[in-house]
T-cell receptor, first 113, second 114 residues
């Protein structure tokens, strides 16, 4: 069965620090990859997605992610975080042998002002 | 509608009672999903509807859980004889096709079983 792993469960950063959240998936075939964000008290929102083409994907609010097929990874990055980036971040993967997204366990990010 | 609508937003129920959670997906979205998010946990898949096909119920944790989707639109998740471990946020999402397009999520229903 496909799985998605997020190894960082909690991350604490100061404002202006750089961010990288890890995501690895297990499926070896064609996958679509996603990062979702859940701000405190809000619903899950799509940050960015990768289907094909350029492995460096840019999303909203200055976030980007890089698909590295050889490492089965899709890490999320942001050069300089803000306090407003405090949220929980979920990586998800879809492959067409299944019908739904498989989500990682989430990473809680706290940015200290 | 403009987004995925879930009701109620909060539900407190006594152990042993039945509850119904409602989801109204984005108009035209053929796929509808239910997930459960427990405190400190990720998203646990429950059930998936695609058009008029038979639903994928492989994620339902017990036979106390059931769901239906009427007319290819609104869905209701029913939990019978609720237990304290059913306490969680129940999320509904819809997608224009398969999950490969990504989902639009509702705000969820926070269920507390006391």
């Amino acid at each position: 069965a496909q799985s998605v792993s997020q190894h960082n469960h909690h991350v604490i950063l100061s404002e202006a620090a750089s961010l990288e959240l890890g995501c690895n998936y297990s499926y070896g075939g064609t996958v679509n990859l996603f990062w979702y964000v859940q701000y405190p008290g809000q619903h899950l929102q799509l940050l960015l997605k990768y289907f094909s083409g350029d492995p460096l994907v840019k999303g909203i609010k200055g976030f980007e992610a890089e698909f590295i097929k050889s490492k089965f990874s899709f890490n999320l990055r942001k050069p300089s975080v803000q306090w407003s980036d405090t949220a929980e971040y979920f990586c998800a993967a879809y492959h067409n042998a299944g019908n739904m997204l498989t989500f990682g366990g989430g990473t809680r990010l706290m940015v200290k002002p | 509608g403009a987004g995925v609508s879930q009701s109620p937003s909060n539900k407190v129920t006594e152990k042993g009672k039945d509850v119904e959670l409602r989801c109204d997906p984005i108009s035209g979205h053929t796929a509808l999903y239910w997930y459960r998010q427990s405190l400190g946990q990720g998203l646990e898949f429950l059930i998936y509807f695609q058009g008029n096909s038979a639903p994928d119920k492989s994620g339902l944790p017990s036979d106390r859980f059931s769901a239906e989707r009427t007319g290819g639109s609104v869905s209701t998740l029913t939990i019978q004889r609720t237990q304290q471990e059913d306490s969680a946020v129940y999320l509904c999402a819809s997608s224009p096709g398969t999950g490969g397009y990504g989902y639009t999520f509702g705000s969820g229903t926070r269920l507390t079983v006391v």
